[in-house]
Each structure stands twice: as structure tokens, then as C-alpha cells.
């Protein structure tokens, strides 16, 4: 027994120093990692289950059928008064009170509908909507069983009752049917003997729209009673004859959705996508065209300065939510400043702006790009930028064309001196971004070619009463105080681009003074243009030549 006692604390001791061996040993190592857990293999579905899987429907799949069964409803009641037209079976208010209660069903029917499917269910109120807006169409202008004012009434409590589906069910065809159902109303019921009452019931209806878009927070309502609105009010005028008023209803329905959308964006904190911006874009035209339309057959200074009323109006509520909101960047920026560029090039440049004037925003904006230098490096180039850029190219082409133009068929000073000034302008920006322009050879010889041609062009229209010999030898005159400008530049591309200027004295010489003028002035013609294209080819030879001496020379060194 005690050898057996013996051996078991030699045991117990032999497994203690064991455990302190290995817990030495995990100190060293350090925490053991945990063993990974086995990975159950996937349960292979059964065949059933998979095709139980790709039969069963999708929730929004019926949609469809529910809205051309509100078609279907909505034809059914436009049948049923049809009908008992037909067979004289229903008096006029009895087939009146048919389609409304059937109108009335649907909206019943839509309400018990929705406990089980609520948007499935949106279809049936709809429609019903639809329904009663044409039965009080027909009321009025079929019928004569009400008047133009009542027929309003009952579209505004339809719109009423609609926008109140919009808020149960949150689907934008009520938005849709709403504002659609609210602005055709009057034209239905004929505009032509009510324009003026229509009129203001289009402004009333904006700002009650206005108003609802920003309390049920859809920018769908916003954007769809803007379109009619505007546009039915502008369509409204070509036949009223009556400028000032279309124009001052344009201009407040203008105010009531710019005002609209800026408190929208203000009290839901929710600003405008760029797809939301970019939709109402072509209201912001439609608006701008036929306001300008209007105004300008009153008088069209007063119609440019109202469009950039309206474009200052906009930039205004821009930065007003950028006050409010700094730390974002809004998405109609983009949208803004197109607006803003189109309506500053037609209303200024196209409108306000004199003839005489035109052509000197040419050296205005070339010396404005060479002095603004640094700025305009420090700008991130994007997309927007390029519409103002666009515009801006535009003035310069087409100036530049004018000045051309104007240079061949008249003979006033005042178009020398502009032409100058614009030429001084170009080289004065060749010679700012030249380092720039090193590896671009054909933006410089562009440059060149263009102040080059308004330079003969103006020596042409300085010298041409003097004859033919006195414009060839200006011609001249001036491929030798280029030449000399570029020796002192020490610069070959400059040397090269008198050859634009060599090549019309060259025609002149050989296609017109050869064969038109006397020999004494076509001999002194030809002798003074032959010195000088012999002269400029060799000054243009030397500095090839050493130009080429100096890249090899550069080129061993490294």
C-alpha cells in the first residue's frame, strides 16, 4: 500500500511540473489560436423548393393589371353616359349622377381595398378622380347644367379630395391627376369667354400647389403644376392680345414656384437631385422665351432687364440656401448657372447692348483672360464651366467675324481702331501663355494667323484709297516689323507666321497686280514683294538653322 501511495504523488508531482512546463512553453508562444470551426456543407435545395422559389410572384408584379382595370373603369363610365345619349333612356342629370356615383364608388372601393393591399389599392381612387373631373366637364360644356365658376368649384374640391389620396396612399399619380384635372379644367370648360377669370384662377391654383408640395413634401407636384401652369397661361396669351397681363401672370407664378421650391427645400431639409434640377430646366426656358416674347412687343430694354430681374432672383434664393445650408453643395448650381449664362448672352449681348459697342467685348474678354491668368489656373474645370466658356467663344467668334466683315465693306475709323486693339489683345495673351504653349505649335500659329489676319485686314482698309502698290507695301511693311519682333523673342514660331501674311501679298502680287494695274506700279509691286519674301525666307533659314545647331548641341550635353 505505501509503495502504491508512493508512486501516486510521484505521479501527481510529474503532472504538475507538466502543467508548468506547458504553461511556460504557451507564455512564450503566446495565446493559443483558436481552432477553426468546421464548415457545415451547404444543403443542397431540393428540386421542389427551387421551382416552388421561382413561382412565386412578385409583390409589385400586379400593378399593371390594376391600372388598365382604372382605364377600363374610367372608359365604362365615359360608355354608360354614352349610352343613355344614345337611347334616351336617362335625362341629362340623372346621367350626370350616374358617373359621379360611380366615381364615388371607386373612391369607396380604392378605401376598402387598401386594409389588404394599399398599393394595389391607389388605382381604384384614381380613377374615380378622373371620372368626376369629367363629369363636370361635361356639366358645363355639354350639358349647360352649371356654370363656368361652379365647374371650377367642383375641380378644386376634386383636386381637394385627390390631394387627400395623395397623402393616404404616397403614389404621384394623384399628384399628377390633381394638377392635371386642376389647369385643363378651364380650357375644357372654354377659356375664351372667361380668360380673365381663368388667369387668375391659374395663379390661385400655383400657389395652393405650391403651397401643398411643401406640406405633402413632393417635388413631383411642385414640377408638374409648374409646367402647366406656365405653360397654359402662355398659350392662353397669343390669343388675348393682352402682353402686359400674360407677362405680369407669368412673372408671378415665376415667383410663387422659384419662393415655392427654396422654402421647400428650407422646411424639409431635402434639397433638389441633380435629375430634380435638370427637370425643371425646361420650364425655367419655357418661362424665360415667352416672358421675353411678350415684354419685347412692348419694349425690349424693358424685356431684357425683367429677364435678369428674374435670373438675380434666382441667384439670390441660391445663396439664400446656401446660407442656410454651407456645409452642402446643391445640386441645382449646375442648372443655375446655365440658366443664368443663356439669359446674360441673350439679354445683354443679343439685347441691350448697342452694335457700336459689340465688337469691343472681344478685347475685353481676351485682355480679361490674360490679366485673370492665375485665377483662371487655380479653377477646377468642370462641365458647368464649360457653358459659360461657351458662351464666351461665341462673343469672340462671332466679333472677330464682324470685324472682318466690317473691315472689307466700310470705311469707318472707328472699326481700325477696334481691330487694333483686339490684335494687341491677342499677342499680348500669346505672349503670357507662350511657355504654355511651348508643345502646342498649332494653338500658337492659331493665334498668330488670327491676329495676323485683322492686322492686313486693317492695313487694307487704311491703305486701299492709296492704290494697290500702298496696300502691298503696308503688307510688307508689316511682315518686317514681325520679323523683328521675333528676333528680339528669339522666336522661330513667330518668324514662321509671317509666312501667312507673305502668302496674301504673293497672291495679291501675282493674281491681281500682275494682270490689273499699270506696269510701273506692277513692276514696283512685284520688285517690293520679291526683296521681301527673299528676305523673310532667309531671316526664317538662319533661325531654323540655328535653332536646330542649338538642339544638338542640348541634346550631346546630356
Given amino acids: ?31 493559443v489560436s483558436p481552432i477553426p470551426p468546421i464548415k457545415q456543407p451547404k444543403l443542397i435545395k431540393s428540386k421542389k423548393s427551387v421551382d416552388g422559389s421561382k413561382a412565386t410572384p412578385k409583390p409589385m408584379s400586379g400593378n399593371w393589371l390594376g391600372f388598365v382595370a382604372s382605364v377600363c373603369f374610367i372608359l365604362a363610365a365615359c360608355f354608360i353616359v354614352k349610352l343613355s345619349i344614345e337611347s334616351g333612356w336617362l335625362t341629362h342629370e340623372k346621367q350626370l349622377g350616374v358617373a359621379t356615383l360611380f366615381g364615388m364608388a ?28 369629367f363629369t363636370g366637364f361635361a356639366a358645363h360644356q355639354y350639358y349647360l347644367l352649371v356654370s363656368f365658376q361652379t365647374v371650377i368649384a367642383i375641380t378644386a374640391v376634386v383636386s381637394g379630395i385627390t390631394i387627400w389620396f395623395y397623402l393616404r396612399f404616397k403614389h404621384d399619380i394623384y399628384a399628377i391627376i390633381a394638377t392635371l384635372g386642376a389647369y385643363i379644367a378651364p380650357i375644357v370648360s372654354g377659356v375664351e369667354n372667361n380668360t380673365l377669370f381663368s388667369l387668375y384662377y391659374f395663379t390661385i391654383c400655383s400657389l395652393n400647389f405650391a403651397t401643398l408640395a411643401i406640406w405633402v413634401g413632393s417635388r413631383t407636384l411642385t414640377m408638374i403644376s409648374a409646367y402647366l401652369a406656365i405653360s397654359i397661361t402662355a398659350v392662353i396669351g397669343l390669343k388675348l392680345h393682352q402682353d402686359i397681363l400674360i407677362a405680369a401672370v407669368l412673372a408671378i407664378n415665376f415667383l410663387i414656384y422659384s419662393i415655392g421650391t427654396l422654402f421647400h427645400t428650407q422646411l424639409t431639409k431635402q434639397q433638389l437631385t441633380e435629375k430634380e434640377s435638370w427637370s425643371l430646366f425646361p420650364v425655367l426656358l419655357i418661362f424665360y422665351a415667352m416672358e421675353y416674347y411678350y415684354l419685347s412687343r412692348i419694349n425690349q430694354t424693358i424685356a431684357s432687364c425683367v429677364s435678369l430681374a428674374a435670373a438675380a432672383l434666382l441667384i439670390g434664393l441660391y445663396y439664400s440656401a446656401k446660407r442656410w445650408f454651407p456645409e452642402r453643395r446643391f445640386n441645382s448650381r449646375n442648372v443655375l448657372l446655365t440658366f443664368v449664362t443663356l439669359v446674360c448672352f441673350h ?30 489656373r487655380s479653377i477646377k474645370w468642370g462641365i458647368p464651366l464649360f457653358i459659360p466658356l461657351i458662351a464666351l467663344s461665341a462673343i469672340i467668334g462671332i466679333e472677330y467675324l464682324s470685324m472682318v466683315s466690317h473691315l472689307l465693306n466700310s470705311k469707318e475709323l472707328s472699326w481700325t481702331v477696334v481691330t487694333w486693339v483686339s490684335c494687341a489683345s491677342i499677342w499680348s495673351l500669346l505672349i503670357h501663355y507662350r511657355e504654355e504653349l511651348g508643345h502646342k505649335e498649332e494653338y500658337c500659329y492659331v493665334l498668330l494667323a488670327a491676329a495676323h489676319l485683322l492686322a492686313i485686314m486693317s492695313l487694307y482698309q487704311l491703305t486701299t484709297e492709296y492704290g494697290t502698290l ?9 511682315v518686317l516689323v514681325i520679323l523683328r519682333v521675333s528676333t528680339l523673342r528669339n522666336d522661330i514660331l513667330i518668324a514662321k507666321s509671317v509666312l501667312i501674311v507673305l502668302f496674301f501679298a504673293a497672291s495679291k502680287a501675282l493674281l491681281y497686280d500682275a494682270s490689273s494695274t499699270p506696269t510701273i506700279i506692277r513692276t514696283l509691286s512685284l520688285i517690293l514683294t520679291g526683296v521681301v519674301l527673299y528676305a523673310s525666307g532667309l531671316v526664317i533659314r538662319k533661325k531654323t538653322n540655328w535653332q536646330s545647331k542649338f538642339i544638338k548641341k542640348y541634346s550631346s550635353e546630356n
Fill in 347 to 376: 439679354s445683354i449681348y443679343l439685347g441691350l447692348l448697342p452694335l457700336n459697342i459689340r465688337p469691343w467685348l472681344f478685347p475685353v474678354i481676351v485682355f480679361g483672360s490674360t490679366f485673370l491668368y492665375g485665377r483662371i
Fill in 1 to 31: 500500500m505505501w509503495d502504491i501511495f508512493l508512486k501516486s504523488v510521484d505521479i501527481e508531482k510529474s503532472l504538475q511540473a507538466l502543467d508548468t512546463r506547458v504553461s511556460t512553453v504557451e507564455k512564450i508562444i503566446g495565446s
Fill in 470 to 478: 500702298a496696300v502691298s507695301a503696308s503688307w510688307l511693311a508689316y
Fill in 106 to 133: 371607386l373612391f369607396a372601393a380604392g378605401l376598402v381595398i387598401s386594409s389588404a393591399d394599399r398599393i394595389y389599392a391607389c388605382f381604384l381612387p384614381a380613377a374615380g378622380a378622373v371620372v368626376l373631373y
